[in-house]
């Protein structure tokens, strides 16, 4: 049988493939050399475990433009991320605004909290695109507007919203990022774009291992834990101490999946997002010519730019979704994703719904050459319906 080529991956917005070198190298190393529960003991390998977590709220606040890493809260993903702020910060009757682009870790944490607390919602217009119009935000902002939270790269037409815009009108309102698919592909400051909630998934565009991920809570901001229990420090007591990061990290930590978190975000800082994004666009431009070439093929989602992110929806005439999916991995090991995305509020308000689009997502170890393939396999499924 004559020799396959290796697939190509194009599902990085699910999780990122592969991963730096850097990333296995470090959880093996600390894996054969040391036991890994931090900030429980005094001895050498309990105090290196809690040097391991440090370096890495260090390396995540740095790429966050954060001051004081004590802010950065590690947790096992953007979804828990999400419903600490979300279930912590939302109290009986408050006006929440959002928008229909929004994943189901947002979107289902506040249709729980509009059952039972009662919170009230309202959503930015959306465009066919995708894109969300933020310069309604001044409309739909109440006395008792309590925050906003908006996905802030989507993770089904790569569209990005405009943070700068909602942090300038948000008034008293609280903003809250849901940067799943940004952090680590797009510039983010929380300080600088008025970010009082960053929630981070550590496996996508920061190259960690699932399993990691976490959230920035400005300083000020009183909010409640969901989980609660031993964290190693003020252990005389019994409540949970009330300071970040220890409030919200009850339990021994996933010290091995931070540290290849870590080595993830070291791989982002010291190629630059800068040259990772310059990247990224130039194979999303490469692809979105590239299909707007295939007859009976529908792009959803912005053209190509710097106001887009390397997420790319297609439909493609004469087949289904999951069969298009199916074939493009059976027949030519192209990889991409058919389906909701875990966003059918998304895909309503792109009209995919309840089909769902066929999801391209790039990543930075991505080449031309498979952006190539990846076209050649749609126009031979699509000579093919
Ligand atoms: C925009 C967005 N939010 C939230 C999530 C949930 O991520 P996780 O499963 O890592 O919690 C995803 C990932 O699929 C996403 O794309």
């Known amino acids: 049988m004559p020799d396959q080529p290796p697939p190509v991956y194009l599902d990085n917005a699910a999780t990122s493939f592969p991963k730096p070198a850097a990333v296995a190298e470090t959880m093996a190393r600390l894996l054969d050399t040391t036991a890994l529960s931090p900030g429980r003991a005094a001895h050498r390998y309990s105090l290196a ?3 391991v977590i440090f370096a890495a709220r260090e390396t995540l606040a740095a790429l966050f433009g954060c001051r004081d890493s004590s802010r950065i809260v590690f947790t096992n993903n953007v979804t828990t991320s999400l419903n600490i702020g979300l279930q912590g910060l939302l109290r009986p009757g408050d006006h929440v605004i959002t928008t229909g682009m929004e994943h ?3 979107m289902r944490p506040l249709r729980l909290l509009e059952r039972l607390r009662g919170i009230r919602l309202s959503f930015l217009p959306t ?12 409309r739909l902002l109440a006395s008792d507007t309590r925050l906003i939270v908006v996905n802030h790269l989507s993770n089904v ?3 990005l919203v405009d943070l700068a ?13 849901d940067a799943a698919q940004s952090a680590g592909s797009e510039a983010i400051d929380v300080t600088a774009q008025g ?3 960053l929630a981070f998934t550590g496996h996508k565009s920061l190259f960690g291992p699932t399993g990691t991920g976490g959230f920035y809570l400005r300083p000020g901001i009183v909010l409640p834990p969901l989980v609660v229990g031993g964290t190693g420090s003020n252990s005389e007591h019994e409540v949970q101490p009330d300071f970040a990061p220890d409030a919200y990290e009850a339990g021994t930590p996933n010290t091995l999946g931070i540290a290849g978190l870590a080595a993830g975000v070291a791989f982002v ?10 990247h990224e666009e130039t194979l999303t431009t490469r692809l979105l010519d590239g299909l707007g070439q295939i007859p009976g093929l529908t792009v959803y989602g912005p053209g190509p730019g710097p106001h887009r992110g390397p997420v790319v929806s297609i439909r493609l005439a004469g087949i289904s979704v999951s069969d298009l999916a199916f074939a493009l991995d059976r027949d030519h090991g192209i990889l991409g994703r058919g389906g909701l995305h875990c966003a059918p509020a998304a895909h309503r308000s792109i009209a995919t719904y309840p089909e769902g689009t066929l999801r391209l997502s790039l990543g930075y170890f ?8 990846c076209l050649a396999a749609l126009d031979r499924v699509r000579s093919r319906c």
């Open 269 to 278: 800082r010291e190629t630059g997002l800068a040259a990772i994004r310059r």
């Open 157 to 159: 037409t790569g569209s």
């Open 104 to 106: 189901n870790s947002v």
């Open 366 to 373: 991505n080449t031309e050459a498979e952006i190539d393939s």
């Open 165 to 177: 815009t909602l942090a300038r009108f948000k008034g008293d309102a609280l903003l809250m990022v």
């Open 49 to 51: 475990a809690g040097r």
């Open 127 to 138: 465009a066919a695109t995708g894109e969300v119009d933020v310069d309604a935000l001044p």
């Open 195 to 197: 970010i009082d909630f």
